[in-house]
């Protein structure tokens, strides 16, 4: 029996050079204009604990620079219920944990940049799992992939709201990958207090300034670069804001 999808795509620009394809209508369509709503803008420059003293903590333990590739990712999921096609997506991190052996396939990805991501992903390589389309949208957990990247079976499921009816089985159009339970964050780290941080890394050059979930928010699966993936985790040393 398939798990809910775990998926959150509004096909981007460069997806509509593949008019044949089938882009699933998902959350994000309207999650992150809603979480934007949702969430108090803070004012630009205001990052309370400073990226600069994150940067001395990483010199003083002797960290290198990282090299700007992806090694890390943040994957969009929904805690509440919403139906699609008479189907109930919702899939929370508690969802994740309750799985045989925390375990669950990522599938219903049905936007080209995010399936190639997805393609990419590497096993071992860990990510955030953020919880989208809600009340308060943010990160919750850390998560790793089990398993590279095969045929999404819901492709061609004809009761399953993501089924593709253009996709092949001989050439099948999109993937998914496994992923498993890692830990919870040490605390819940909010959108707002991420993009109080984006916002003033763009002003002074701090590792935050070019993050994927600010200048493409609906992708549901998003790459960090090892700086953005160690900073955003340093959060959960901090106090609440």
């Known amino acids: 029996m398939p798990w809910p999808s775990r998926k959150r795509d509004k096909g981007a620009v460069a997806d ?3 008019p044949d394809a089938k882009i699933a209508k998902t959350e994000d369509e309207t999650s992150d204009k809603e979480e934007e709503e949702k969430t108090a803008k803070p004012p630009a420059g205001s990052s309370k604990s400073g990226w600069k003293n994150w940067k001395k903590k990483e010199s003083e333990a002797g960290g290198e620079e990282s090299k700007i590739t992806y090694r890390h990712w943040l994957l969009k999921s929904e805690p509440e219920s919403r139906l699609e096609k008479g189907v109930d997506v919702k899939f929370s991190v508690d ?16 936007n080209y940049q995010a399936r190639n991501f997805l393609r990419s992903m590497k096993l071992g390589q860990q990510a955030f799992f953020y919880h989208s389309n809600c009340k308060e949208p943010g990160i919750v957990a850390l998560v790793k992939i089990v398993k590279e990247a095969y045929p999404d079976h819901t492709q061609f499921d004809q009761k399953d709201p993501h089924y593709d009816s253009t996709s092949r089985k001989e050439n099948p159009k999109w993937s998914m990958v496994d992923v498993q339970f890692v830990r919870m964050t040490k605390r819940f780290i909010p959108l707002s207090e991420i993009k109080a941080h984006h916002l003033a890394h763009k002003a002074d050059g701090g590792p935050l300034k070019d ?5 493409r928010q609906r992708l549901s699966i998003q790459p960090l670069t090892q700086e953005e993936f160690d900073f955003v985790l340093s959060l959960e040393e901090e106090k609440a804001h």
């Open 16 to 18: 509509k050079k593949e």
């Open 95 to 110: 969802d994740l944990k309750a799985q045989p052996n925390q375990t669950t396939c990522w599938d219903g990805v049905r």
């Open 211 to 215: 993050m994927m979930l600010f200048s």
